[in-house]
């Protein structure tokens, strides 16, 4: 009894001891696993074939990615990072909002400067991701731009055509308005979808105005841009974003697109994926509202990258990873998932549609990026214009006065 | 511990959590507030200046009277609508009117489902291109009812009171109807025998042993109608619906704290001033709330 207890022992203590090795020969064989943050569930699909692709070729890195909601992105990574608990690489605004500005100062990014190459990328790009003088986020090849999408099958059942001028333009949403559909859905409720409309229609009869705005050469409350915001209204009043607009949301305004109801949204071109993937059967095209003589106006913004956090445990492999993805390959991964217009050359753009929507002849700032550019100093016209302007169109706020208030919180460096 | 120190035992466990999660982040929303701070990076120190953008900022001040005219309105329908709904419905469940199973099943089966999805339920009712309601209306020949609903300003914030209403309405009966079984029978049948009719009985005898179930109604429906976030944020956005009618006070909070991340700003100085002003309205209306019951049902 004795003997067969002491074999036991024996027994257990080397099942043991060859447990234990088994655990540490995984143990150091076992990835190193880096965290990142996405702002919305939009980008999950680039983002998740793009991480794919580096931990195929980086095997012994594990990504894992966290998909939030624009809504409360910016809460939940200032929280993290004052918790000191932020993931290795995060998205965020880039030098566009105060972000980079305010991160920096924190302390929460690292210095990328001599870690990556932008030297590929345009100026615009770069611009995005440097903070005096110093890179603190990877660039990225998308421009992010806003574009009428119609439905083909309708528009070849009524005869209708892209229109090559302003005016025409305007005849068509009569014409369609007349066969009995939506010319434009809108979400009313929705100041982004509101913007995404109104900077076309700004840059379709005032592209002058914008190009001296984009260097603080034009006031906001000039009369060129109470017309356009009055010929947003005009349509508003003539039915063409639908009779009951003001109660659409953005989800809404996409689904009466898709279904048929609507025959054009005008949205972002970053919905273009989204766009196809819900609607597999329709044909669906694009182009941007013409000027009056015909150019082919196109309202940009760059997208920016991700940062490195700077408390990051696994500096070597998250700067490996902010590495890949300023590459070439990564951003064609990135584009082709968002089916997004690709601005480096050497990345093509991400599908047809994305292509009609490039086509065109006039690249034109955007109105929502020059309140930011050039907004005086602890003001804020960006907040009162995204609170105000669903008010424009139930008269409760006026063109007039609503460009007043918006000029009184602008320092303009060229006037 | 002697014997008169007992209690001390018994309440130091609650009063250490009570204090961890409620007086401590309080002192620091009064602190906050005092502050311009985005939340990362340095602190200014601005004394009473938060305060004074939300009560004298000629815009500021106005989207806060309207957050707060709107948080009052609603709390006015829950007192003086909804609580009178919530005694007839309980009453009618206490005299088990036929039915009255089912009934209380549908009226308290809404509170169960998450106040994000009721949101979603309503947009899905009264979306004005794809939602139910004005689909039923076409198809029934009834255009001229056909309307943008939540985006009507005339009356989105009637149909949001009468969704919350739906959600929350079967608490404050269950409430009131567990206080309505426990009034004493021999009373309610000595009305009977000396020949009180049905609503005198309710009246005059059974109302008055409700007190207490109606004083916590009262004041929970005010707290709640103080407090509204997540159903006019999910019907009318974040910044309130059209033309701010379904702003409300915790929207604002909201919306000013956090920003989003598109806006790319986040004020939490100025959001824990608009925390503390909140709290000290619920405040000094628990307490007044408290004042006139104490006198009114004084004995």
């Known amino acids: ?415 | 511990m002697t014997k008169s120190k007992a209690y001390i035992g018994f309440i130091t466990p609650g009063f250490i959590l009570y204090s961890l999660f409620m007086i401590v982040p309080l002192g620091f929303a009064i602190y906050y507030s005092f502050f311009n701070w985005s939340g990362l990076g340095s602190m200014e120190c601005i004394g009473l200046e938060n305060f004074k953008r939300i009560f004298f900022d000629p815009r500021m001040s106005r989207i806060f009277n309207n957050a707060l005219g709107n948080n009052f309105r609603y709390m006015a329908i829950a007192v003086f609508v909804f609580i009178p709904l919530q005694i007839l419905m309980a009453y009618l469940i206490h005299i088990k009117i036929h039915g009255h199973n089912l009934f209380r099943l549908m009226i308290f089966l809404p509170y169960v489902i998450s106040p994000s999805i009721i949101g979603f339920f309503a947009l899905l009712v009264f979306d004005p291109n794809i939602g139910i309601l004005n689909n039923v209306l076409l198809g029934i020949g009834l255009n001229q009812l056909v309307s943008s609903w939540f985006g009507n300003p005339s009356i989105a914030f009637y149909l949001l009171v009468v969704v919350i209403g739906w959600n929350g309405i079967g608490v404050g009966m269950v409430i009131i109807l567990a206080n309505m079984k426990n009034i004493p029978q021999d009373v309610v049948e000595a009305s009977i025998i000396d020949g009180a009719s049905v609503w005198q009985r309710f009246w005059l005898v059974e109302l008055p042993f409700l007190e207490p179930s109606i004083i916590n109604v009262v004041v929970l429906s005010s707290i709640f109608a103080l407090t509204q976030f997540d159903i006019p944020f999910i019907v009318g956005g974040l910044n309130g619906g059209v033309n701010g009618k379904l702003d409300f006070l915790n929207l604002m909070f909201f919306r000013y704290t956090f920003g989003d991340a598109y806006f790319g700003e986040t004020a939490l100085g100025f959001g824990a001033a608009i925390s503390v002003v909140v709290f000290t309205i619920i405040l000094c209306i628990a307490i007044l709330q408290k004042l006139v019951f104490s006198r009114l049902f004084k004995r």
């Not at chain 1, 793009?50 to 929280?79: G, H, Q, W």
């Not at chain 1, 979400?187 to 995404?196: H, K, S, Y």
């Not at chain 1, 700067?319 to 050497?346: F, H, M, P, R």
């Open chain 1, 1 to 415: 009894m004795k003997k067969t207890m002491v074999f036991f022992i024996v027994c257990l203590l080397a099942v043991g001891v060859l447990f234990s090795a088994g655990q540490k020969v995984v143990q150091d064989g076992e990835p190193v696993v880096l965290s990142i943050w996405e702002h919305t569930p939009q980008f999950e699909l680039p983002l998740r074939n793009t991480l794919e692709r580096f931990m195929e070729l980086n095997p012994a890195i594990k990504v894992e990615y966290e998909i939030k909601t624009p809504d409360n992105y910016l809460s939940l990574l200032t929280t993290a990072i004052q918790a000191g608990e932020a993931p290795d690489l995060f998205w965020h605004h880039g030098t566009a909002t105060t972000d980079m500005a305010n991160l920096t100062r924190q302390g929460a990014l690292m210095d990328l400067t001599d870690h990556i190459d932008v030297s590929k990328y345009s100026q615009m790009s770069r611009d995005k991701v440097t903070w005096e003088g110093r890179v603190y986020q990877t660039p990225a090849a998308t421009i992010d731009t806003r574009a009428a999408f119609y439905n083909k099958d309708l528009f070849e059942k009524h005869g209708w055509s892209i229109p090559k001028t302003f005016s025409e333009f305007e005849d068509l949403l009569g014409k369609i308005k007349a066969a009995g559909y939506i010319p434009l859905s809108l979400a009313g409720r929705d100041n982004w979808n509101i913007l995404f409309l109104f900077e076309p229609i700004l840059a379709a009869m005032y592209p002058d105005w914008i190009i001296d705005a984009a260097v603080g050469k034009a006031r906001i409350d000039d009369p060129r841009v109470i017309s356009a915001m009055n010929k947003m209204i005009e349509w508003a009043q003539k039915g063409y974003y639908g009779e009951h607009f003001l109660g659409v949301d953005e989800a809404g305004q996409y689904l009466s697109f898709s279904r048929g109801q609507a025959a054009m949204t005008v949205a972002g071109s970053w919905t273009t994926t989204t766009l196809i993937n819900n609607n597999p059967e329709m044909k669906i095209g694009a182009f941007q509202i013409p000027t009056q003589d015909g150019q082919k106006p196109i309202v940009l913004t760059y997208a920016a990258g991700f940062s490195v956090y700077s408390k990051t445990k696994h500096s070597e492999e998250a700067l490996k990873l902010a590495n890949y993805l300023t590459s070439i390959e990564s951003q064609q991964i990135w584009v082709d998932g968002l089916g997004a217009i690709a601005g480096l050359a050497g990345v093509n753009s991400g599908s047809d549609l994305a292509n009609e929507i490039a086509d065109a002849n006039l690249e034109l700032e955007s109105f929502y990026n020059i309140m930011v550019l050039y907004h005086a100093e602890g003001e804020s016209p960006t907040k009162v214009w995204e609170e105000d302007n669903p008010k424009l169109f139930t008269g409760m706020v006026v063109p007039e006065t609503f460009v007043k208030t918006l000029d009184s919180m602008m320092d303009y460096p060229g006037l």
